[in-house]
C-alpha cells in the first residue's frame, strides 16, 4: 500500500505544476518591473505619456489608453457578431446543421495570430487608407482584426451557455405564444446571462493581451490617439517592440508594462471566476 | 406603432443568419487566400530546402525542424504534468480547497498572454537559468503555455469513462493506480490525445512566446542549446520586413494547413471518443 500512497504524493506534485507556474510568472515579472515601478513612481509612470528609455522617461499612459481604445473597438465588433452566430447556431440552425457549423467556426481559433496581422497587413490596411484615409495602420484596423481574432472564443462559451438553458424553458415560453425570437430575447438569454458574461471578459483578456496581430497592423506610433484612424502602440506591441534591444532601465519598464498587462488580464480572469462560480 | 412579433422575428433572424455568413465568410476568405497564393510556393524544394539570403530565396527547411523540436519538447513536459493532474482531479480527491486551487491555477494560466509567457521565459529560462535564446527555453515556454489545454481535455476525457469500468475493477480486486493504468487511462487515451493535439496546433502557430525564448536563428539547430526559428516566427519576420512575399505565403500555408488538418483530426477524434460513452 505504500506504493499507492506514493503515487497519490506524486500526482499531487504533478497536479500544483499549474498554480506553481502561475506564481513563479507573477514573481518574476514582478521581481523585473517593480524596481523601474518604485524608480520612477507608479503615478509617473501610469499617467504620464512621455515615453523615451533613452532619456529615462517612461509613461505608459498613451499605451494604456491604446490598450483600452483597441480592445473596446474589438469588443464593438466581437460581441454581437460572436453573440449572433451563437443564437443562431443554438436556438436556430437545424441539428444537422450546427453539427457541421460548430466545429467549422471553432476551427478559427485555430489560426495562427500572426495570419490575421498578415492578411490586415495585405488586404485591411489597404482599403482603410484608400476608403478612410489616413495611414491605415491605426487603432481601427487594430480593433477590426481583434474583433474577429475574439470570435470563436465568445461563439464557443456563449453556445456552451445557450445549450444549459433547459428545453422546458423554451417549451413553456413557446406553449404561451410566444414566437422563437421572443422566447431567445427574453427567456434563454436571460437565463444564459452568466455564461455570456464570462465569454464576453474572456473575450476581453484575449483582446487585450494579444500582440502579435496589433503590431502588424496598428501602427505603433507613440501617442495618445485622437481619431480611430492614428496608430497606436498598446502595452503588448510596446513590450515585444523593444524587448530585443532593451538593457537596464529600458528592460525594467518593459516588465513594468508587463505588470500593468498581467494585473488587467487577473482581474478579468477573477471576475469571470466568480461570475462561473456565483451560478 | 406596434410591430407585429413575427415582422420582427423575421428582421432578427435575417440578421442574425447573416452575422453568422459573414463570420463562416471571413474563415473561408483566410482559407482561400492562403492556399491559393500559398500553395503554389509549396514544392519539395521548398519543403526540404534551407533558407538562403535571410529567407529571400530557398525554403523554410531548417524552420520545419525547429517548429519540430520546440513543441515535440513542450509537448514532453506538459504532457505528464497535465495528465498527471487530470488523474489527480478526477480520480484522487473530492472537490476541496485544494482541487479549487488546481483549478484556479489552471485557468488563470489560461488566460495568461502569451506576451508575458515571452517575459517569463525571457527572464527565468533564457537570463537566470543560462539557456540563453534555445530550443530547451522555448520549449519550457511553450510547455507552460499549453499545459491549460491538455489538463482541461484530458480531464474531461477521464470523466467520461463509464463509473462502472471503476467499480467492476474495485470488485476485482484492483488497487486504485493499477485501475488507472489498466483501464481509465486506455479507455481515456483517444481523448487525452485529443487535448495532446490541439497543443501541437497551438504551438506551431506561437510566435511571441518564442520570439524571446527560442530566438530567430536561421541555422538548423543541432543541440537543445541552439537557438531556433520555427515557422511562425519565420513567417512573422518575412512578412513584417518585407522580406519576401511568395515565401511569406508559403509558409503561412504550410502552417494553415498543417494547424486546420492537425485540429479537424482531434476535433474528429475527440467526437468519436465522446459518442462511445454517452
Known amino acids: 500500500m505504500n506504493r499507492e500512497k506514493f503515487i497519490e504524493r506524486l500526482l499531487l506534485v504533478l497536479a500544483l505544476s499549474s498554480i506553481t507556474s502561475l506564481l513563479l510568472i507573477t514573481i518574476f515579472i514582478f521581481l523585473e518591473g517593480l524596481p523601474l515601478i518604485w524608480h520612477t513612481g507608479l503615478t509617473n509612470f501610469l499617467f504620464s505619456d512621455h515615453w523615451a528609455p533613452t532619456r529615462g522617461r517612461f509613461g505608459i499612459l498613451a499605451m494604456i489608453i491604446s490598450s483600452l481604445l483597441v480592445t473596446l473597438g474589438a469588443m464593438v465588433l466581437g460581441v454581437p457578431l460572436g453573440l449572433g452566430c451563437a443564437i443562431v447556431l443554438a436556438e436556430f440552425a437545424p441539428r444537422r446543421l450546427k453539427l457541421i457549423l460548430k466545429p467549422t467556426l471553432e476551427l478559427l481559433a485555430g489560426i495562427p495570430s500572426v495570419v490575421y496581422g498578415f492578411l490586415g497587413v495585405v488586404w485591411l490596411v489597404p482599403l482603410i487608407r484608400d476608403y478612410l484615409g489616413g495611414p491605415g495602420l491605426s487603432l481601427l484596423t487594430g480593433a477590426l482584426i481583434l474583433g474577429i481574432m475574439i470570435l470563436p472564443m465568445i461563439i464557443g462559451i456563449s453556445i456552451d451557455a445557450l445549450d444549459a438553458v433547459p428545453e422546458s424553458y423554451r417549451q413553456g415560453s413557446i406553449a404561451l405564444g410566444a414566437t422563437q425570437w421572443q422566447t431567445v430575447a427574453r427567456v434563454v438569454l436571460p437565463a444564459a446571462r452568466s455564461g455570456i458574461i464570462t465569454a464576453i471578459i474572456l473575450g476581453m483578456g484575449r483582446a487585450i493581451g494579444e500582440t502579435m496581430a496589433v503590431i502588424m497592423v496598428a501602427g505603433n506610433a507613440l501617442k495618445i490617439p485622437t481619431s480611430i484612424l492614428d496608430p497606436v502602440r498598446t502595452l503588448t506591441s510596446n513590450i515585444a517592440l523593444e524587448l530585443g534591444y532593451a538593457s537596464g532601465r529600458h528592460r525594467e519598464a518593459l516588465f513594468a508594462t508587463g505588470i500593468v498587462l498581467f494585473v488587467i488580464i487577473m482581474i478579468l480572469n477573477f471576475s469571470a471566476t466568480l461570475i462561473t462560480r456565483r451560478k | ?278
Not at chain 2, 92 to 104: D, G, K, L, N, P
Open chain 2, 1 to 278: 406603432m406596434r410591430v407585429d412579433p413575427r415582422v420582427t422575428q423575421f428582421l432578427v433572424k435575417s440578421l442574425l443568419w447573416s452575422m453568422t455568413a459573414f463570420t463562416l465568410a471571413i474563415l473561408l476568405f483566410i482559407i482561400i487566400n492562403i492556399s491559393v497564393e500559398g500553395l503554389p510556393q509549396v514544392t519539395a524544394t521548398f519543403l526540404f530546402q534551407p533558407p538562403h539570403d535571410m529567407g529571400r530565396a530557398g525554403g523554410i527547411f531548417s524552420t520545419i525542424v525547429a517548429t519540430a523540436y520546440i513543441t515535440f519538447l513542450a509537448i514532453l513536459i506538459a504532457s505528464p504534468l497535465g495528465v498527471g493532474t487530470a488523474i489527480y482531479l478526477t480520480e484522487y480527491t473530492r472537490e476541496s480547497w485544494i482541487t479549487r486551487v488546481i483549478r484556479f491555477g489552471s485557468e488563470c494560466l489560461a488566460g495568461v498572454p502569451s506576451i508575458i509567457l515571452g517575459l517569463f521565459g525571457f527572464v527565468l529560462f533564457v537570463m537566470k537559468l543560462g539557456f540563453g535564446w534555445s530550443i530547451l527555453s522555448g520549449g519550457l515556454s511553450l510547455a507552460i503555455m499549453v499545459l491549460p489545454t491538455i489538463i482541461r481535455t484530458s480531464e474531461e476525457a477521464i470523466k467520461a469513462v463509464p463509473q462502472e469500468f471503476r467499480l467492476v475493477c474495485c470488485s476485482l480486486g484492483l488497487s486504485p493506480w493499477q485501475t488507472i493504468t489498466r483501464v481509465v487511462l486506455p479507455c481515456a487515451l483517444p481523448g487525452i490525445t485529443t487535448g495532446i493535439m490541439l497543443s501541437v496546433g497551438r504551438s506551431l502557430g506561437e510566435t511571441a512566446v518564442l520570439l524571446f525564448t527560442a530566438g530567430a536563428a536561421l541555422r538548423t539547430p543541432t543541440s537543445l542549446f541552439d537557438s531556433g526559428r520555427t515557422m511562425a516566427v519565420h513567417f512573422y519576420i518575412l512578412a513584417r520586413e518585407g522580406i519576401s512575399m511568395p515565401n511569406a505565403y508559403g509558409t503561412a500555408a504550410v502552417l494553415v494547413i498543417s494547424i486546420l488538418l492537425i485540429n479537424l483530426t482531434a476535433y474528429t477524434l475527440m467526437q468519436r471518443f465522446l459518442r462511445r460513452y454517452s
